[in-house]
């Protein structure tokens, strides 16, 4: 009479209770939201996956389910069949949402596979949360989760899915190849660093103080390297042509200040004004010295001697040659 069940009871025992392995008690604050993470075991793949709320399972009802989305927006949930976790998202938690609610996996023949969370939100603040749920990081750098708790005892822990079959918890160690350590110098918060990141690393961890968890999905991106050019900009200095006039003779102060006036590219003297001035200056000049050398004899070093300069106009290259007096 037994025979018959004896499949059934091979399939329960293959089944097992650990099929699914998610949290089992988190606490959040009104307003907020929680996205829980519920690992599958591999045969359950192709099946639907639901998040069902009640006390107890028989009187549970399901708020949403991969083949049926929520209409509200409140519950959401997805389904990653590689890493075979499937995650529910409840939204706008308030004081009433407190209650109890399960991950679980609907099959046909059999009783669903299932596992109960307790959630606790909180007008205040909740007795165990992240400022976060979702970081990321690079591959062989680190990120540091601050794990904040009020009220709970125990030590904190921070846990991971090892190899993708069940939560290991570490105070200090190593978990999917990066080093863990926590800092709990500062009064209620505990910091969490995971160093050494690999791509592996990738995935869902817990803070965990007792018997409250906390999800945290960690996501590790690989390192890219940036080449940064830089433009350095050839600034092209012009050298103006600078035209040296060297005169054979001294002249007067004016007629230097004239010539410099006509050879500057900024002066729009005329070539004949300029001439017309050194030429008044000469003669008067020549006069003046004459009457202070009335009644004596010239020498030839005292006679009056002209020696021709050139005055470069530099707008129109234009030449002169003027002759300029020079005392002896």
Known sequence: MAFPYIPLLILCGLIGIHSITTVSKVSVKAGGSISIPCLYDARYINHVKCLCHGNDWSSCTYVVKTNQPSLSGKFSISDDTKQRIFTVTINDLVVQDTSYYWCAVEIEILPDVKKKISLDVSADKPTLYVDQQEITGFEGGNVTVKCHYTGSSGLMKWCGLDGGVAWTCVKS??????????????PNVSIVTMSELKIKSSGWYL????????????TVHKQTSTTTTTVSPTATIMSPTTTTLSPTATISSTTTMLSHLLLSPQTPLQLEQVETTCQANTREKAKTEASASTGQDQTPEDSVTYSPIEIKNRTSQKVTTEMVYIPG
Do not use: E, F, Y
Not at 173 to 181: E, F, K, L, S
Not at 207 to 218: A, I
């Open 207 to 218: 803070c965990r103080k007792g018997n409250l968890q906390m999800p945290v999905h960690v």
């Open 173 to 186: 160690g190593n978990i999917n190849g990066a080093r863990v350590t926590i800092d709990a110098s500062v």
